[in-house]
């Protein structure tokens, strides 16, 4: 008899699984669960507990400062208040989830754990975001000659040699036969350092590139390329370093008396540091831009070539110098 019941108990049960009609709502919640039809009438299986919240629904009890986690409650400390470590939903707070949570080091929260150019995916700040990958981006950029010259080459945009997304800055190799050393300077859009406010945290530029500026097999670094800071919209320059430092300085010509003073063609200088010689493989610069908090800046990649250009010997002969996915924002850790 004892076995008899059981399985009519047994059929039951699953009966009432099958037509999920046995229970009513209040009787479903806070039972174990597999599948929404394991929950009564209006119920839902959530992180297996029976439940009638949705995804976007807290649950009726969220707010009265009693954790009820088969409700399927996080936290609950009675309040309404969303950025205090425990959400209006009754969930804990992560970065991406849309609110701001400053006790947790958060800065911004724009919804998504991406970095863009409203909010890093640290959630942290970024005052300025550019991954190539939008022309109209490139159409902010400006170029101009150093010293009037003509550097017989230009910045573009291509969508080929990326650091991994679809588009990257180019700078192709210059003609041969330069007559008398040219430069090119590759200035940003203004960049506001004041909005939002950096405080003391710091601020930092960071972008990959790969280069290859060897002029001639064999010779010194005849070329090179820096990174400059205008405050002023472009009338004054600033030259920055990484904080690794520039692997190469400009090197004078060969042709020098050596009782003369070192002179080169490049309008950058001899004995400037830059990038020189060549780097083939995507790598990332950090400069620290902290001295300008504050201020509205520009930012220029600032290429020099002396007057014996010969890209048949470069590695590369199509690199020169590649850009990508550049982003000022809080310093890296």
């Not at 009675?78 to 205090?84: A, K, L, S, T, V």
């Not at 150093?146 to 588009?167: E, F, I, Q, S, Y």
């Amino acid at each position: 008899m004892q076995g008899a019941a059981v399985l009519r108990l047994a059929a039951a049960v699953g009966l009432c699984a099958a037509i999920a009609a046995c229970f009513n709502g209040s009787d479903a919640a806070g039972l174990p669960c597999e599948l929404d039809r394991d929950c009564g009438v209006d119920q839902r299986c959530l992180s297996g507990v029976c439940t009638n919240r949705t995804d976007d629904t807290p649950p009726e009890t969220c707010g009265n400062g009693v954790l009820n986690m088969s409700a399927g409650e996080q936290c609950d400390d009675g309040n309404d208040i969303d950025d205090d470590g425990c959400t209006n939903a009754c969930t804990l707070p992560a970065c991406g989830d849309g609110i701001v949570q400053a006790q947790n080091g958060e800065e911004c929260d724009d919804g998504n754990i991406q970095d863009d150019g409203t909010c890093l995916a640290d959630c942290t700040f970024v005052w300025f975001f550019d991954d190539a990958e939008d022309a109209a981006a490139f159409a902010t950029w400006t170029q101009a000659p150093l010293d009037g010259n003509d550097p017989k080459t230009a910045w573009t945009r291509v969508t080929t040699m990326t650091h991994g997304g679809r588009g990257a800055y180019h700078l192709p190799p210059q003609d041969d036969g330069v007559a008398a050393g040219a430069g090119l300077r590759f200035v940003s859009p203004p960049i506001d350092l004041s909005n939002p406010d950096p405080g003391t945290g710091g601020v930092e530029l960071r972008f990959f590139h790969q280069y290859d500026f060897t002029t001639c097999v064999g010779q010194k670094a005849y070329d090179g390329g820096l990174l400059q800071v205008s405050t002023d919209g472009g009338n004054t320059w600033t030259t920055v370093a990484p904080v690794d430092g520039y692997p190469d300085t400009v090197a004078p010509k060969d042709m020098n008396d050596p009782n003369d003073p070192p002179t080169t063609t490049n309008p950058l200088g001899v004995g400037v540091p830059v990038f020189g010689g060549e780097n083939t493989t995507w790598t990332e610069v950090r400069v620290d831009l902290s001295d300008f908090a504050g201020e509205t800046i520009h930012l220029a990649f600032v290429a020099g070539f002396d007057d014996f250009n010969c890209s048949m010997g470069n590695a590369d002969p199509a690199l020169l110098w590649l850009v990508d996915d550049l982003v000022v924002a809080r310093p890296k850790n």
